[in-house]
T-cell receptor, first 117, second 109 residues
Framework: NAGVMQNPRHLVRRRGQEARLRCSPMKGHSHVYWYRQLPEEGLKFMVYLQKENIIDESGMPKERFSAEFPKEGPSILRIQQVVRGDSAAYFC???????????????FGEGSWLTVV | KNEVEQSPQNLTAQEGEFITINCSYSVGISALHWLQQHPGGGIVSLFMLSSGKKKHGRLIATINIQEKHSSLHITASHPRDSAVYICAVEIQGAQKLVFGQGTRLTINP
């Protein structure tokens, strides 16, 4: 049973380009979360999705950022017109159900490191 | 003030020492997670707690809901335990984690 798979692991983009980060949750997991870790800062929640639905996007910047989790395929975090401040590690995590209720833990991917030059 | 505070921020110890990392939070939670992040960045979930105490190998995690405090203990520490340990809480009614700043642990041989 493969873990949470993220790709690319490292991505370099010039200012103004688009970045697409992909996350395949663990098999059987229908809940996906995206977190961002800025340099020298702690992790911050961005968005929580279930299949075809955005449940909570309160941590997403209002502009340029979007996320989806289609019926088929991985979850995508999309950053349009990237700026230097978007340089960060982006982590995806998944769980089979609501963790606190089900007692299931949350599983993290290895992260995608975005560098904007 | 952050909703989740960890202490210490940095901790250096000798191999074999007993390690304690503390986490305090100021909000109502449904669960608390302890995570480990190694150099290179991957994050591993160590424990999820909603009450009491859990043990896994040399790691022990406790939580006191009334005092809004959790501790992570490492017994017989080893250089391979060197990592950043992160406390994260699930806010009541929300399915998202709020993270502490992390504790950077270095165990010297």
């Amino acid at each position: 049973n493969a873990g949470v798979m993220q790709n690319p692991r490292h991505l370099v983009r010039r200012r103004g380009q688009e970045a697409r980060l992909r996350c395949s949750p663990m098999k059987g997991h229908s809940h996906v979360y995206w977190y961002r870790q800025l340099p020298e800062e702690g992790l911050k929640f961005m968005v929580y999705l279930q299949k075809e639905n955005i449940i909570d996007e309160s941590g997403m910047p209002k502009e340029r950022f979007s996320a989806e989790f289609p019926k088929e395929g991985p979850s995508i975090l999309r950053i349009q017109q990237v700026v230097r401040g978007d340089s960060a590690a982006y982590f995806c995590a998944s769980s089979p159900q609501r963790t606190a209720i089900s007692g299931n833990t949350i599983y993290f991917g290895e992260g995608s490191w975005l560098t904007v030059v | 003030k952050n909703e989740v505070e960890q202490s210490p921020q940095n901790l250096t110890a000798q191999e074999g020492e007993f390690i304690t990392i503390n986490c305090s939070y100021s909000v109502g939670i449904s669960a608390l997670h302890w995570l480990q992040q190694h150099p290179g960045g991957g994050i591993v979930s160590l424990f999820m707690l909603s009450s009491g105490k859990k043990k896994h190998g040399r790691l022990i995690a406790t939580i006191n809901i009334q005092e809004k405090h959790s501790s992570l203990h490492i017994t017989a520490s080893h250089p391979r335990d060197s990592a950043v340990y992160i406390c994260a809480v699930e806010i009541q009614g929300a399915q998202k984690l709020v993270f502490g700043q992390g504790t950077r642990l270095t165990i010297n041989p």
